[in-house]
């Protein structure tokens, strides 16, 4: 600063020496003179003009004998201003910054605020908050591929990305057009699909949908849906699992409703629940456990290692086996009981009782028995005692 007042001096001297030469000298006379002055150039650490300071050293100490100075600091490259009185530097513009087409912040600490002067997040935009992202479908760029937390609006693909990927899962090669995905650990979806919530779920197929839960998979080829649960599968045309564990519905319109392990494998055919049940083509499962439906539209209700084979048949209580077609067989053992008969009503343990609430024999009736000897008459019948070859009780038709 010394340097600089002298050259103002002498400066100022010369112009006074010129003035008196060119009004009080002869004009015979002439004077030159040469003023020199240093190149401020790596003279100085800094350099101020109008109190703003590019410094290329670590800040100095704000306090208020230099309040209001303003610097450049060169370790973040950031406009700063003293605050005297608080003894803080305050940042005046470091925010942005410009690279190509590209304009970006690298401070971590930021956050943007539009409609707000206190952002609660890295962008908070407060009244009205709409966002408007546009975009064509097959074109335009795609989206970061790779690991990692993150959401997306894929316009090249119409669909939503929001969770974790642990690969390629959010990869654009993976993305199905018209489809959205939530949750975390890779949930993925197809063609207008979408698995809405949870973990590692794949609604893969067209119009597939997970609404949640934890590794399901609904896909084929198509309109499936796992509800909830895990490890479900609803695989082939408008298969079904409610929820539970384990469960499957494979084939056109399978439906399980909860349970563990069931499977329904085939066309148009129902698990409600339990354990370990099985049902085939056009078949029912109600509950149970271990119980299969194989046979062509049967029939198990519930209880437990009930087999209904045959065609159209029904088996109900405890290891019940009907392997013949139409046939309707209720018995309790601990062993399998086969029932092979076609077109049978068969009560394999216990009695039957007609009207009577606590029956005396296998067969009891309270009241009388009526029944039709050809297609015309019809009135009771009267049990009465054969003797002979073929001795027994018989009814017969008593008019």
Not at 183 to 189: D, E, H, K, M, V
Not at 241 to 249: I, M, P, S
Not at 362 to 383: E, F, M, R, Y
Request: charged share 15%.
């Amino acid at each position: 600063m010394k340097k600089i007042n002298v050259f103002i001096l002498s400066f100022l001297f010369l112009s006074a020496l010129s003035f008196l030469n060119s009004n009080c000298l002869a004009a015979t006379n002439t004077y030159s003179s040469v003023a020199i002055a240093p190149s401020p150039s790596g003279k100085f650490s800094d350099i101020s003009v109008d109190g703003i300071t590019t410094r290329t050293k670590t800040l100095p100490i704000c306090n208020s004998s230099i309040d209001g100075k303003t610097v450049r600091d060169s370790a973040d490259k950031c406009l700063k201003v003293c605050d005297g009185i608080n003894s803080t530097w305050i940042v005046l513009s470091c925010i942005w910054n410009k690279s190509n087409n590209n304009v970006f912040t690298m401070n971590n600490n930021y956050s943007v605020g539009i409609g707000t002067q206190t952002p609660a997040a890295k962008l908070h935009l407060a009244n009205d908050g709409a966002i408007v992202a546009e975009g064509t479908l097959d074109s335009g760029v795609t989206v970061p591929s790779g690991p990692g937390v993150r959401f997306m609006w894929n316009p090249r693909k119409m669909a939503i990305r929001s969770g974790q990927a642990l690969n390629n899962e959010f990869d654009d090669a993976n993305i199905g057009r018209y489809s959205v995905a939530f949750g975390a650990w890779s949930n993925r979806a197809g063609e207008a699909s979408g698995a809405l919530s949870g973990a590692n779920n794949a609604a893969t197929g067209v119009g597939c949908v997970i609404a949640g839960g934890l590794s399901n998979e609904s896909g084929g080829l198509g309109i499936s849906a796992v509800v909830g649960g895990q490890q479900n599968k609803a695989i082939g045309i408008g298969a079904f699992v409610g929820g539970g564990l384990g469960n499957e519905a494979t084939g056109i319109y399978p439906f399980v409703g909860g349970g563990d392990q069931n499977k329904a494998i085939g066309n148009m055919n129902a698990i409600a629940g339990g354990w370990q049940n099985r049902a085939g083509h056009g078949a029912f499962v109600g509950a149970g456990t271990y119980n299969e439906a194989n046979g062509y539209g049967s029939v198990v209700p519930g209880g437990d290692y009930n087999k209904a084979n045959g065609d159209y048949s029904v088996a109900m209580g405890n290891h019940t086996t009907v392997s013949g077609a139409r046939t309707y067989v209720w018995q309790h053992s601990g062993t399998e009981a086969i029932y092979p008969a076609d077109d049978a009503f068969i009560i394999g343990t216990g009695v039957l009782s007609v009207g009577e609430p606590i029956p005396a024999y296998k067969l009891t009736v309270n009241g009388s028995i009526g029944g039709k000897l050809d297609s015309i008459n019809a009135g009771p019948l009267k049990v009465t005692y054969r003797s002979g070859a073929q001795a027994g009780y018989y009814a017969v038709y008593a008019p």
